[in-house]
């Protein structure tokens, strides 16, 4: 195998990359002349070199001890100068959405629940229009309809539980006459959180008064999933966090992490206390502020 060999500032920015691929001792050898040179020419700063190999993989850190020596902030400004992409996304139904973009991931989860619904709340009211068990007047579920209970037990918003995806508001329906439940979604569209709801779309029907478990299959479908975190790196490399969707990330080491920086953040994410507001901080400050 080959080898190469980078030598960052304190800044974590690259001041010299070799090109020539040569043995992993012939690597370590001509570093070591480097930094001899750069150190020379500024004393003031501080230099980091590594070797690496044909993979990316840091075989050698001649500034082990340095680096040991830094706090969580400087080892997040570290990696952040390295950073190429970062991206938070999460599932929503059977949608991927990015959480970067929050109006594109709004529209997102809106087309899914129009994709994947049974019928409109239009279609439902219609229905009881035409058995005569709704007033004309009325053109919204959270109307009074005869025969049609809310049900509070299924009634929940996910804006109440600083949820991290676009908040949606769920509620159970009760027919008293047929003895169905449906069971509805609505999308907050943004601005007042009183307010600016999508019309509501049916889910779920079921027979009977299935108000409870019918509630837990929506909130499973649709505001059930993790968080995740995804960083790229200059020398290509990769890792992926997942966290919970609910209050606090508490992100942890889901994938990836197997050469050159990514590998190198694993391993220090695994020294940090183990808490979730240090890890979600430090993440935050590597992804550019993206976490929060």
């Known amino acids: 195998m080959t080898y ?9 920015r690259t001041v010299f990359q070799s090109t020539e691929p040569v043995s992993k001792i012939i690597a370590i050898s001509e570093l070591e002349e480097k930094m001899q040179e750069f150190e020379a020419e500024d004393e003031w700063n501080k230099f980091l070199g590594e070797v690496v190999d044909e993979n990316g993989k840091v075989e050698w850190d001649m500034t082990k001890e340095y680096k040991e020596g830094w706090d969580a902030d400087k080892w997040a ?11 938070k996304w999460m599932y929503a139904g059977e949608t991927e959405i990015d959480l970067s973009d929050f109006g594109k991931a709004t529209e997102d989860v809106l087309e899914d629940i129009r994709a994947n619904a049974i019928m409109s709340e239009e279609d439902l009211i219609a229905k009881f229009q035409k058995q ?4 004309e007047g009325v053109t919204d ?7 049609l209970v809310r049900k509070d037990e299924g009634s929940y918003y996910t804006y109440n539980g600083s949820y991290a995806g676009p908040d949606l508001h769920f509620d159970i329906y009760y027919d008293t006459v047929e003895d169905k439940t449906y069971g509805t979604v609505r999308v907050h569209l943004g601005g007042d959180a009183r307010g600016n709801f999508s019309d509501a779309y049916v889910m779920i029907i079921e027979d009977g ?13 649709y505001v059930g999933s993790r968080v995740y975190l995804d960083l790229t790196f200059d020398d290509g490399s990769n890792i992926t966090f997942d966290g919970e ?27 940090l206390p183990d808490n979730w507001s240090d890890k979600d901080e430090f993440l935050d400050k590597v992804s550019g502020g993206i976490v929060y």
Request: charged share 35%; glycine share 8%.
């Open 4 to 12: 190469t060999y980078r030598i960052t500032d304190n800044y974590g």
């Open 245 to 271: 969707a609910f209050d606090v990330y508490n992100f942890e080491f889901g994938q990836g992490g197997e050469k050159g920086k990514a590998q190198e953040l694993a391993k220090y994410f695994e020294t």
């Open 141 to 147: 579920l959270w109307d009074d309809i005869d025969d």
């Open 132 to 135: 005569d068990r709704a007033d």
């Open 209 to 221: 008064d299935t108000a409870e478990s019918m509630f837990y299959s929506l909130y499973d479908d």
């Open 77 to 87: 400004e570290y990696f952040n100068q390295y950073l190429k992409k970062a991206n």
